[in-house]
């Protein structure tokens, strides 16, 4: 009967203690096997970079666009007019939509280093909702803001014909 009564207080002692630890932050869900399997498997996708979940071909065009102005620094003040007019025009949003859509293009960019190592990547997700029209704008749009601060430079260039590369129905823009 002792070792019952010994027995059922340490249970209860370590019960205790459990519900102490987790009351003050102690997770133990983490040595759960099917816990984490399913942690892993719900937050994989989602733990990529955001630019690579660009879900629209319109996301993606601003991408590129953002991308190739500020493939040599900063955008330039006559370039960030050119966009966000192209931003109005051709893609039909409002002076409030094409502000914010360049001010999260250029957030989510970055340095540029990961569209300039891979740019068909962030063209993924919406590969295959792309038109040709839409890919011959696109690549009209991309010759326009390459040359809005003068003759392209090298690093313009490269990109934009690793863009034109990656883009379906398009031959690279020479």
Known sequence: MTYFIVALLSL???LILLNRLTA???DLGYLSQLAWKRRTRIHLPLDGDPLF????????????LVALAKAD????IKSKHRLLLMFQHDFELTQK??????????????????????????LEPCYHLLEKEQVDSLQRLLITIVHVDGPPSERQKS???????????????S
């Open 12 to 14: 209860l002692s370590f």
């Open 24 to 26: 003050q932050g102690l």
């Open 53 to 64: 979940n660009l879900s629209s071909p319109l996301e993606v065009a601003a991408m590129y």
């Open 97 to 122: 939509q094409a502000i914010e859509l360049l001010e999260s293009c250029d957030a989510l960019l970055g340095d540029g280093r990961l569209l300039f190592d891979n740019p068909k990547r962030i």
């Open 159 to 173: 990109l934009c014909k690793k863009i034109s590369k990656s883009l379906p129905l398009s031959c690279a823009l």
């Open 73 to 76: 620094g900063e955008v330039s």
